[in-house]
């Protein structure tokens, strides 16, 4: 997608059909096969449709199924913006994040690669190895009948969201406020696994590798591997999954395993999870080093350039909330607006989230429900009441547990990462 600008399926299509076909199912229909892609590109596109399709081998080349070929939506997504094609990154509108538990079909999209081809748990394993006593091979069948499988309500966040409202522009995807959801988590606890590999004593990082490849198509060229530090590898709450909301992993979400790193950017959440191994330096795999996944250890002027080496990786996220009820541009005649949103603070809890309708002159503190468990988003409502006729801003500020508050303004960095300046919707009452 050139320049960020949405474009519907039926327009790619239209312009390269081959790449089309290569993005969409990660390979190309060969024209003496009009269309119909055997084997693992058969087994995506059902996926992706949700049924078997009876008479695949019939599809043209050039056509595919109408499920996937609305306007600016992605198979198995409900009304998701979708970003970019190259890699496929989608967001989910606020309005469309109103559940306490995100749906799979509105959990927002970001990859950094080419997915695989295969999604299927059968025959899929994991390597657990390098700085550990008992190197370990698992397939998903033995990670749910060695190791506990518990379930969590846990809050995935791009880095990067937000990043559309820099200025100057920060390159890159121009996520607004809906690279962020709240799934259920099925599968088994991470530092379980290691645990069980045998950490030796001189590890300080976990590095990730996951089966998409990078864009350039390179074999054995990874698009992304990431880690963290070991200590957070060990927090109890991280994941090795196999489920959202009770049904496997949506393809573009990662299936049919991958990481859940909750409170850390997403990025850390590895996809598609094929290998960790453990090392004795901070990973240096790709997207871990220059100033990927990391910010200035200093404010910055905006626009201003930063050396490298003032650069410090990411770790935990900041504090932040949205509104997702009413849809900003809401209109009353009542002058009452039922308020409703999400908030969320990295490694830390929520304690309080706070709204305004005076442009900040003045605040109330609402009603904030607990999280269903550590790093689960934490809902608010409220029942604002606008004095008179006109157009006002409802604003929210969340407070974490450690007193830190979101900002008003934007804290600029050149990478646009970590963007948790308040978020505001525009009401009128008519």
Same mark, same amino acid.
């Given at each position: 997608?050139?320049?960020?600008?949405?474009?519907?399926?039926?327009?790619?299509?239209?312009e390269?059909?081959?790449?089309?076909?290569?993005?969409?199912f990660?390979?190309?229909?060969?024209?003496?096969?009009?269309?119909f892609?055997?084997?693992?590109?058969?087994?995506?596109?059902?996926?992706l449709?949700?049924?078997?399709?009876?008479?695949?081998?019939?599809?043209?080349?050039?056509?595919?199924?109408?499920?996937?070929?609305?306007?600016?939506?992605?198979?198995?997504?409900?009304?998701?913006?979708?970003?970019?094609?190259?890699?496929?990154?989608?967001?989910?509108?606020?309005?469309?994040?109103?559940?306490?538990?995100?749906p799979?079909?509105?959990?927002?999209?970001?990859n950094?690669?080419?997915?695989?081809?295969?999604?299927?748990p059968?025959?899929? =394993?994991?390597?657990?190895?390098?700085l550990?006593?008992?190197?370990?091979?698992?397939?998903?069948?033995?990670?749910k009948?060695?190791?506990?499988?518990?379930?969590? %309500?846990?809050?995935?966040?791009?880095?990067?969201?937000?990043?559309?409202?820099?200025?100057?522009?920060?390159?890159?995807?121009?996520?607004?406020?809906?690279?962020?959801?709240?799934?259920?988590?099925?599968?088994?606890?991470?530092?379980d696994?290691?645990?069980? %590999?045998?950490?030796?004593?001189?590890?300080?990082?976990?590095?990730?590798?996951?089966?998409?490849?990078?864009?350039?198509?390179?074999?054995?060229?990874?698009?992304?591997?990431?880690?963290?530090?070991?200590?957070k590898?060990?927090?109890?709450?991280?994941?090795?999954?196999f489920?959202q909301?009770?049904?496997?992993?949506?393809?573009?979400?990662?299936?049919?395993?991958?990481?859940?790193?909750p /409170?850390?950017?997403? =990025?850390?959440?590895?996809?598609?999870?094929?290998?960790?191994?453990?090392?004795?330096?901070?990973?240096?795999?790709?997207?871990?080093?220059?100033?990927?996944?990391?910010?200035?250890?200093?404010?910055?002027?905006?626009?201003?350039?930063?050396?490298?080496?003032?650069f410090?990786?990411?770790?935990?996220?900041?504090?932040?909330?949205?509104?997702?009820?009413?849809?900003t /541009?809401?209109?009353?005649?009542?002058?009452?607006?039922?308020?409703h949103g999400h908030?969320?603070?990295?490694?830390?809890?929520?304690?309080?989230?706070?709204? =305004?309708?005076?442009?900040?002159?003045?605040?109330?503190?609402?009603?904030?429900?607990?999280?269903?468990?550590?790093y689960?988003?934490? =809902?608010?409502?409220?029942?604002?009441?606008?004095?008179?006729?006109?157009?006002?801003?409802?604003?929210?500020? %969340?407070?974490?547990?450690? /007193?830190?508050?979101?900002?008003?303004?934007?804290?600029?960095?050149?990478?646009?990462?970590?963007?948790?300046?308040?978020?505001?919707?525009?009401?009128?009452?008519?």
């Amino acid at each position: 997608m050139t320049d960020n600008k949405m474009r519907g399926l039926f327009e790619l299509y239209e312009e390269d059909e081959d790449r089309a076909d290569k993005l969409l199912f990660g390979r190309v229909a060969k024209p003496d096969r009009r269309g119909f892609l055997r084997g693992a590109g058969l087994t995506t596109m059902s996926a992706l449709v949700g049924a078997a399709i009876p008479f695949s081998a019939n599809i043209p080349a050039g056509f595919i199924p109408v499920a996937l070929a609305d306007e600016d939506k992605v198979v198995g997504k409900d009304g998701l913006t979708v970003l970019n094609d190259r890699p496929l990154n989608a967001e989910t509108p606020p309005h469309l994040l109103n559940d306490d538990i995100t749906p799979t079909a509105r959990h927002f999209i970001r990859n950094n690669g080419i997915p695989p081809e295969e999604f299927s748990p059968d025959g899929w =394993s994991l390597t657990i190895d390098g700085l550990v006593n008992t190197p370990l091979n698992l397939t998903i069948d033995d990670l749910k009948s060695k190791f506990e499988v518990v379930t969590e %309500a846990l809050t995935i966040e791009c880095g990067g969201n937000g990043r559309g409202f820099f200025n100057p522009p920060a390159k890159g995807n121009q996520w607004t406020l809906g690279a962020v959801a709240c799934s259920n988590w099925t599968g088994v606890r991470l530092a379980d696994v290691l645990k069980a %590999a045998g950490i030796k004593d001189n590890v300080i990082y976990t590095a990730h590798v996951g089966a998409d490849t990078h864009l350039s198509g390179k074999p054995g060229k990874l698009a992304i591997s990431r880690g963290v530090p070991i200590e957070k590898a060990l927090n109890p709450h991280n994941l090795i999954a196999f489920e959202q909301n009770g049904q496997p992993i949506h393809p573009m979400n990662g299936a049919p395993l991958r990481l859940v790193v909750p /409170g850390w950017p997403g =990025s850390c959440s590895q996809k598609w999870l094929k290998r960790i191994y453990l090392r004795d330096v901070v990973h240096d795999g790709p997207k871990m080093t220059g100033t990927a996944y990391r910010v200035p250890n200093r404010p910055v002027e905006p626009g201003e350039k930063v050396p490298k080496k003032d650069f410090d990786i990411i770790h935990a996220m900041p504090v932040k909330s949205l509104i997702t009820s009413p849809q900003t /541009g809401a209109t009353t005649n009542t002058g009452i607006v039922e308020i409703h949103g999400h908030a969320w603070a990295g490694d830390d809890k929520v304690a309080s989230v706070d709204l =305004s309708i005076d442009f900040g002159a003045t605040w109330v503190t609402v009603n904030l429900g607990e999280p269903v468990n550590p790093y689960a988003w934490q =809902s608010f409502s409220a029942e604002v009441s606008l004095p008179k006729k006109g157009y006002y801003e409802v604003w929210a500020r %969340a407070t974490s547990d450690k /007193g830190v508050a979101q900002p008003h303004a934007i804290a600029w960095n050149p990478k646009g990462y970590l963007n948790n300046s308040m978020h505001r919707i525009a009401v009128r009452s008519v």
